[in-house]
């Protein structure tokens, strides 16, 4: 069966720090990956999503940056950290967008 | 632009009442629906999905929702609520083979 880890489960980091989230899925191959962010009263952001190994496409600008290295690796970064980057940050995978996405448990980011 | 409206970000009701959240959706082409809940702190987790088979879409946890295409609508219900129900919900529709739009999200509360 299909998994999909994320970590760490929260976070707190000073301003102007680095930022590195991880998220791996397992039992599938060639998944769509994405990050998204929920900021308080602010719903499901998309920031980033990928189709396959080195495809990234940046929904919004920002402070952020995303890699895939493997095919089940995807990763978040950021080479300083804003007060504003704080927030829940969820991976997903899916293999068809009609069929939904799974979602990893998310990583809670403080950023002080 | 695929799309979907959840009407009420906030919806309270008594243990035992009826649980019924909207949502209305755009789509040019014919739409494969979800609903997902979010528990504090956790992932977002599926509960149903509309893939242009049975009209009334049964879920997890006694959840069903009714696709209606004459009214654009998905809306969510459960005939009698638990105080585990208390959670987030968000609506979303397929855009594209590779992407999800969500909803705002609309808060459940439970009272005893």
């Known amino acids: 069966s299909q998994t999909i880890h994320q970590w760490p489960a929260t976070l707190v980091q000073p301003v102007g720090s680095p930022l590195s989230l991880e998220c791996t899925v397992e039992g599938t191959s060639n998944p769509n990956l994405y990050w998204y962010r929920q900021a308080a009263g602010r719903g499901l952001q998309l920031l980033f999503y990928?189709?396959?190994?080195?495809?990234i496409s940046s929904e919004v600008p920002q402070n952020l940056s995303a890699s895939r290295p493997q095919d089940r690796q995807f990763i978040l970064s950021s080479k300083k950290l804003l007060l504003s980057d704080s927030g829940f940050y969820l991976c997903?995978?899916?293999?068809?967008?009609?069929?939904?996405?799974?979602f990893g448990s998310g990583t809670r980011l403080t950023v002080v | 632009a695929q799309s979907v409206t959840q009407l009420g970000s906030h919806v309270s009701v008594s243990e035992g009442a009826l649980v019924l959240l909207r949502c209305n959706y755009s789509s040019s082409v014919p739409p494969y629906l979800f609903w997902y809940v979010q528990y504090p702190n956790q992932g977002l987790q599926l509960l149903l999905k509309y893939t242009s088979a049975a009209t009334l879409v049964k879920g997890i946890n006694g959840f069903e929702a009714e696709f209606k295409k004459s009214e654009t609508s998905f809306h969510l219900t459960k005939p009698s609520a638990h105080m585990s129900d208390a959670a987030e919900y968000f609506c979303a529709v397929s855009e594209s083979d590779y992407k999800l739009s969500f909803g705002a999200g609309t808060t459940v509360t439970v009272r005893a």
């Open positions: 990928s189709v396959g190994i080195g495809q």
């Open positions: 997903a995978w899916s293999v068809n967008g009609l069929y939904g996405y799974t």
